[in-house]
């Protein structure tokens, strides 16, 4: 193969009797000897959930900005990496909560202002693009025309409300999202989410998009029902130290996350982790930690992990 291209099913050694005798055995062999799971002991607090042929072409972008073009064959990965792991985070890379912010703000703009007050309610867009860049929702209240103590309230109300059940059906997929986790399914690719949503939020859009199949019920990290948060990158890093300490050993794992704290919890934890811009966080939120690649959705990420993951195993 030329410099760049990969992948198995080439017409190079695939073909004729040769290559059907090779698919033969391996067949056979996975037959045989298949991956089975492992049972794992659960925090109180902390835990793991236990509940029941075309080619493309993409360039990725470190956060140097430093282009990386490869050459991925999508269609003929099929457990050829079962020693590899992806970690994702739930929101961000999978769901779009734009919309449920989005609904929270006007509901707690309308209960905060008073009649007659001039309330300046911004659209999605201007209302995303400054949750992105991580404006205090103090001041995006105040922007919305709330005083400074209506303000207060508004950020209170919001921290109340924004995770609740009902508020949670306003979360959708992203765009991409399932056909890209169906790919990683295919590769043999161990899947684990790790996710600061509780175990009855997890357990909405699990079921509401059949999300669980992807997702062996000890690979599902989340904060328990009654746990009592600290903050995103503490309880994170908590979460990422029991899942490494629980989880068989295998040859590479990989981090994919939308904020800070899944920047920070891979990094503690000497895991590669690549930003995504489908979620919650701006380019430059992101790049003032340093992730080692940041790209536009799961997706690219899924590239970048098996051009990766294909060159430390050519040794290119």
Request: aromatic share 10%; hydrophobic share 35%.
């Amino acid at each position: 193969m030329g410099s760049g291209e990969w992948g198995v099913g080439s017409g190079e050694w695939m073909g004729g009797w040769g290559g059907s005798a090779v698919f033969i055995c391996v067949y056979l062999c996975a037959s045989v000897f298949p991956l089975s799971p492992f049972p794992f002991s659960l925090s109180p607090l902390l835990r793991s959930t236990a509940y029941h042929p075309h080619q493309m072409i993409q360039t990725f972008e470190g956060y140097q900005g430093e282009p990386k073009k490869t050459l991925i064959e999508t269609n003929t990965h099929h457990k050829i990496f079962p020693m590899l792991r992806i970690i994702t985070d739930f929101d961000g890379p999978i769901m779009d909560v734009s919309e449920r912010y989005y609904q929270v703000y006007r509901f707690c703009l309308e209960l905060v202002g008073q009649p007659g007050q001039p309330i300046h309610t911004l659209s999605k867009a201007e209302f995303w693009a400054l949750k992105r860049s991580q404006t205090p929702e103090r001041q995006i209240g105040q922007i919305s025309g709330l005083d400074e103590a209506q303000s207060l309230e508004f950020a209170r109300i919001r921290r109340q409300t924004v995770h609740t059940i009902p508020y949670l059906s306003y979360d959708v997929p992203v765009k991409g999202a399932i056909a890209t986790l169906e790919k990683i399914h295919q590769t043999g690719i161990e899947l684990v989410t790790m996710t600061m949503r509780r175990v009855r939020e997890l357990d909405n859009a699990l079921t509401r998009y059949n999300l669980g199949r992807f997702f062996a019920d000890d690979r599902r990290y989340c904060l328990a029902n009654d746990y009592v948060k600290t903050n995103d990158v503490s309880d994170k890093t908590q979460l990422m130290g029991r899942a490494i300490a629980e989880l068989p050993k295998v040859s590479d794992t990989w981090m994919v996350g939308d904020t800070e704290a899944d920047i920070l919890s891979a990094k503690a934890n000497g895991i590669p982790v690549i930003g995504v811009l489908s979620g919650i966080r701006d380019r430059t939120q992101l790049q003032q930690h340093q992730p080692d690649w940041i790209v536009n959705n799961l997706g690219e990420a899924f590239e970048v992990i098996l051009s990766e993951s294909a060159s430390l195993r050519t040794g290119s």
